[in-house]
């Protein structure tokens, strides 16, 4: 039996991909999303496809993965936070409305 999963957050996050891969000229909540997607699937396993597309989206932007996390680290020192507060922001899943 084969351990490769498919991510409760696959369909929310492969909108998100698909947003992500046809941008020129990607803005701070674009490269913070793509930073927190690297994060949520780079031990996980399977999605090999979302996988892919995240290296596409990297070499699309010219961006390594280490310059996107050294750009993600100074766009949230600079206090920026999200001006929306879209479901697709999707954390940890703990929901404080109750």
């Known amino acids: ?13 492969k909108k998100i991909i698909d947003s992500l891969i046809t941008k020129e000229r990607p803005e701070d909540l674009d490269y913070i999303n793509l930073a927190r997607l690297i994060n949520r699937y780079s031990n996980f396993p399977g999605e090999i496809e979302i996988k892919n597309d995240i290296e596409k989206i990297l070499k699309f932007w ?6 996107l996390f050294f750009r993600t680290k100074t766009i949230w ?14 954390g940890s899943g703990f ?4």
């Open 1 to 13: 039996m084969s351990n490769v999963q498919t991510h409760p957050l696959h369909a929310t996050d």
């Open 62 to 67: 010219k961006i390594s993965q280490n310059d």
């Open 77 to 90: 020192s600079k206090s920026f936070r999200p001006t929306n507060t879209n479901k697709d922001l999707v």
């Open 95 to 98: 929901d404080t409305s109750n």
